[in-house]
Every structure is written in C-alpha cells, then in structure tokens.
T-cell receptor, first 114, second 109 residues
Framework: NAGVTQTPKFQVLKTGQSMTLQCAQD?????MSWYRQDPGMGLRLIHY???????DQGEVPNGYNVSRSTTEDFPLRLLSAAPSQTSVYFC?????????????FGEGSRLTVL | GDSVTQMEGPVTLSEEAFLTINCTYT??????LFWYVQYPGEGLQLLLK?????DKGSNKGFEATYRKETTSFHLEKGSVQVSDSAVYFC????????FGQGTTLQVKP
C-alpha cells in the first residue's frame, strides 16, 4: 500500500549544488506532478507529466528539470540550488482521463538551501 | 488566469464550535472545486469535491457547496473536534489543480 513515495524526506544543500528529488508511485497513474509549498503561498505547480515521455511546465518551473522515462517515476532535478528554492516539495499523481479525480500526494521533501 | 482566494488564518476555535472557512475563485468556465486537508507532517489528502454548480460535497462532517453566482466554495462543519486541527486548502481545476494559500485551523479542547 505504498501510494506515492518521495525521497529524501529532508535535505540540506549549499548554494550551487545539484540534487534530485525522487518520486515513485505504484498505482499505475499516468498523471504526475511536482508542487512546492511555501508559507502564505499555498502550493504552486512546478512541472507535470501526463505520461511517459511527456512533461510540461507549471506555474514556477525556473530552476527545475524533470523527465518521465517510466510510468512509475518522476524525478525533480535542481541543477544549481539557490536559497529561493528552500521549500517543501510534494509529488502528486492521479489517473488520466479523470480531471475531477483525486490527486494522491506523497509525504513531502523538505529542502533547505544555505 | 484562474485563481483561488482563501480566508487568512490561523483560525482558532473551541471544540464543538461551528466552522466556516471561506473560499472564492476566479475561473473561466466551470472547473471542479476541491478541499484538501494537510495534517501535521503529512501530505495533502482529498477531503471533498464538487464537479458542477450547486453540487454539495461532503465528508467526515464537512460540507461545501459549489456556488456559481457568488463564485464560492466555503467549507463548513457543524461541530469541530481537536482532531480536525490541520491546514485546509481550497483548489480548482480540470486536471492541473490551482491551490489557495491554505488556512490553518486549531481546535482547542
């Protein structure tokens, strides 16, 4: 009963370092997405994917890259971390073709950039 | 573009009090509307939804009605419990979801 699994749960980076936040789901969901959560800002969409090999930008894509080589995995890459990327990151997925369907969220990854 | 505005928190209530968290939206067409809840240290989970005007979503004693004329989707509960303490997010969408800023609810015994 794993659902959406994110790793790591906590990470501290120095400015300029790179890292990848991992997201995996075992529900065979075609739609996957990444959000960042900041105080007073709610959740903002970074990137999303409607299936393997297809990705698109959300509201705040700058500084982040994604790829979708399999249905299960949707990693988020920070190529050169900046303090403005300090945030809590959530991966979420749902079935495609159900635009009113429930988004399933991971538990989040808290990133601090010094 | 589409947007969601929630009442600012935090909201502090005593147990068994009546809860209202206001949510208004701006959107083209008629998107689906959602309330998500985030308990401390966890991800968001769907609380309720409504897919068309005048629909009422309900779950765990919470209710919200999709009001097209006032572009609102206010969350209500008749008697809150300490276990309802969480952050509540209003959202709209037809695929990609747009979230409000969240409202923190604290219920005291």
């Amino acid at each position: 009963n794993a659902g959406v699994t994110q790793t790591p749960k906590f990470q501290v980076l120095k400015t300029g370092q790179s890292m990848t936040l991992q997201c995996a789901q075992d529900m065979n969901h075609e739609y996957m997405s990444w959000y960042r959560q900041d105080p007073g800002m709610g959740l903002r969409l970074i990137h999303y994917s409607v299936g393997a090999g297809i990705t698109d930008q959300g509201e705040v894509p700058n500084g982040y890259n994604v790829s979708r080589s399999t249905t299960e995995d949707f990693p988020l890459r920070l190529l050169s971390a900046a303090p403005s990327q300090t945030s809590v990151y959530f991966c979420a997925s749902r079935r495609t073709g159900e635009n009113t369907g429930e988004l399933f969220f991971g538990e989040g990854s808290r990133l601090t950039v010094l | 573009g589409d947007s969601v505005t929630q009442m600012e928190g935090p909201v502090t209530l005593s147990e068994e009090a009546f809860l209202t968290i206001n949510c208004t939206y701006t959107a083209t067409g008629y998107p689906s509307l959602f309330w998500y809840v985030q308990y401390p240290g966890e991800g968001l989970q769907l609380l309720l939804k409504a897919t068309k005007a005048d629909d009422k979503g309900s779950n765990k004693g919470f209710e919200a009605t999709y009001r097209k004329e006032t572009t609102s989707f206010h969350l209500e509960k008749g008697s809150v419990q300490v276990s309802d303490s969480a952050v509540y997010f209003c959202a709209l969408g037809r695929g990609k979801l747009i979230f409000g800023q969240g409202t923190t609810l604290q219920v005291k015994p």
